[in-house]
């Protein structure tokens, strides 16, 4: 291996240390006191290195490392450091600290590269605090508008440019698009497929497509005693036969899409009460356009028909979602030269995760890397991977973004 395996692990560990729960998790939300002292000790670990700092208006983190033409668009490497509640240690974190050691390994064998390198931290990828997620690498993208991410609030009414500005990491530099030459971002994987295929190391070619919609169902209310089977306008019998609906939809189109319904509410929740109004969400997901589209036929017409069973009102909103992106082949093609290069098995895969490399790959060529974690666990504190492959993924990003920064 190029790296310092040794370094690298304790630089990971000293990380992990910043929030951890008993569980061993992390809990760094972004924004917060954990997320100020991650920042602190990443900017510490920059300077040590010889990296010139700099942090935008969303807080981004960008570390230069100095190119023969210094004024080249840039090879960027990173991730996040900010955590999901009581999530794993190696979710973001690897990425950006896997990018210090390839710079901390190109210092140490006195390699230049053409392009200057830059290790990037965005800020909030994750977005439980302050939805959506991705905020800072979608306004530097120009996707998301600067003062709609600075007025965004959390659950408790706290303001995001006022948690920015009290962690002291609202930087001067403009947060908005400018060319890169690369962007490379090494992630675990957060799916099953590779251990349980054995492959050591995924060469990521896109991220899939997602929508996001919210259905309401409205009956009406009446006492659960007196009132007939046959006269009920249940609204949760409707939606639970829709949720089982949606629930085939997969399989009915392609073997890795993917559907689920993870938030539901309803009214008034009583239980000698029908239910009157019933809320759900759904979110979907594949790398074709058109298999997206015709999940959304299936589930309106699935929705529609058990509202009419049931004799309820119906209307279905969407909130969100994303095209398919595809990454650049050069730059898919050096990860998997890299691979081939150190002996490595490997094989090619979209992510049906969002990562912050959506946003980059509107900026310039883009790939990523995805390395196992045991049993596919992630977003948890059961979170955890073998350190051999930790070894491997940071290895094959040093080796990758030497390439890019010399292209």
């Known amino acids: 291996m190029l790296i310092n395996p040794d370094r690298f692990r304790r630089s990971m560990e000293e990380m992990a240390r910043i929030g951890a729960t008993k569980g061993g998790g992390v809990n760094r939300l972004t924004l917060t006191d954990a997320d100020r002292e991650a920042r602190d000790l ?113 659950s408790q009414g706290a303001r995001f440019l006022d948690e920015l500005e009290r962690i002291g990491y609202r930087g001067e530099a403009p947060c908005a698009p400018r060319s890169i030459g690369s962007y ?56 639970a036969r829709t949720i089982a609906a949606i629930r085939e939809v997969p399989a009915r189109l392609h073997p890795e899409f993917v559907a689920t319904v993870g938030e539901f509410s309803l009214s008034p929740g009583a239980i000698n009460v029908i239910p009157d109004d019933v809320r759900f969400s759904v979110d979907f997901r594949h790398s074709e356009p058109e298999l997206l589209a015709e999940a959304r036929r299936l589930i309106e017409e699935a929705a529609h028909r058990e509202a009419a069973e049931e004799n309820l009102e119906v209307e279905i909103q969407e909130v969100g979602g994303s095209t398919p992106t595809a990454f650049d082949a050069g730059v898919a093609g050096a990860v998997r030269s890299a691979c081939e290069e150190s002996g490595y098995s490997h094989r090619s895969m979209w992510s049906a995760a969002g990562h912050d490399a ?50």
């Open 184 to 239: 490379l971002e090494l992630h675990i994987e957060q799916g099953p497929a590779l251990v349980s295929e054995g492959v050591q190391v995924g060469v990521v070619e896109g991220i899939f497509g997602l929508t996001w919609l919210r259905v309401t169902m409205k009956g009406e209310r009446d006492h659960a005693g007196p009132t007939p089977m046959h006269m009920r306008r249940d609204a949760l019998v409707g939606a």
């Open 358 to 407: 959506r946003y980059a790959a509107d900026l310039g060529p883009t790939a990523m890397i995805f390395v196992p974690c045991i049993a596919g666990k992630s977003h948890s504190e059961e979170e955890d991977m073998d350190w051999e492959d930790a070894y491997r993924g940071c290895d094959v990003l040093t080796r990758a973004l030497l390439k890019t920064a010399d292209s």
């Open 42 to 154: 990443f900017a510490a670990w920059a300077d040590d290195a010889g990296l010139d700092l700099q942090i935008d208006e969303m807080g981004n983190m960008f570390a230069k490392r100095a190119g023969r033409e210094n004024d080249a668009p840039p090879a960027m490497a990173g991730s996040h450091l900010d955590s999901v509640p009581n999530g794993g240690r190696f979710d973001g974190s690897l990425g950006v600290l896997a990018a210090l050691e390839a710079v901390r390994t190109l210092n140490d064998k006195n390699i230049s590269t053409r392009r200057p390198i830059e290790i990037v931290n965005w800020t909030n990828e994750e977005g439980p605090r302050f939805p959506p997620s991705m905020l800072g690498s979608g306004v530097f993208a120009g996707a998301i508008p600067l003062e709609a991410a600075y007025e965004t609030r959390d």
